[in-house]
Nanobody
């Protein structure tokens, strides 16, 4: 059974930092495009950042310059370093893995940024 397990969420003050991790099991991790998405209450899930199997990255405009996505294929883990957090970053953050027609999601981790 494929599992994506996120960790690292929590409560932080505006301007602070958090580092999210997502570890995958039972997939050939290095093949997968890995991404972080988020969903705030009453809003649609949106893409935050993605990283390809070769390490190319893309970011939502709202997080460029503040968030960094990275991956460690030896540990089957993708990271999201979040700096200069804002209250509007408050959401449940989901890890996503995609390869060909396969797509998997983690259970989500809550990030709350207080003003």
């Amino acid at each position: 059974q494929v599992l994506l397990v996120e960790s690292g969420g929590g409560l932080v003050q505006a301007g602070g930092s958090l580092r999210l991790s997502c570890t995958a099991t039972h997939i050939t991790f290095s093949r997968y495009v890995m991404g972080w998405y988020r969903q705030a209450p009453g809003k649609q899930r949106e893409l935050v950042a993605i990283i390809s199997s070769s390490g190319s990255t893309n970011y939502a405009d709202s997080v460029k310059g503040r968030f960094t996505i990275s991956r460690d294929n030896a540990k089957n883990t993708v990271f999201l370093q979040m700096n200069s957090l804002k209250p509007e970053d408050t959401a449940v953050y989901y890890c996503n893995g995609e390869w060909t027609s396969l797509r998997f999601w983690g259970q989500g981790t809550q990030v709350t940024v207080s003003s």
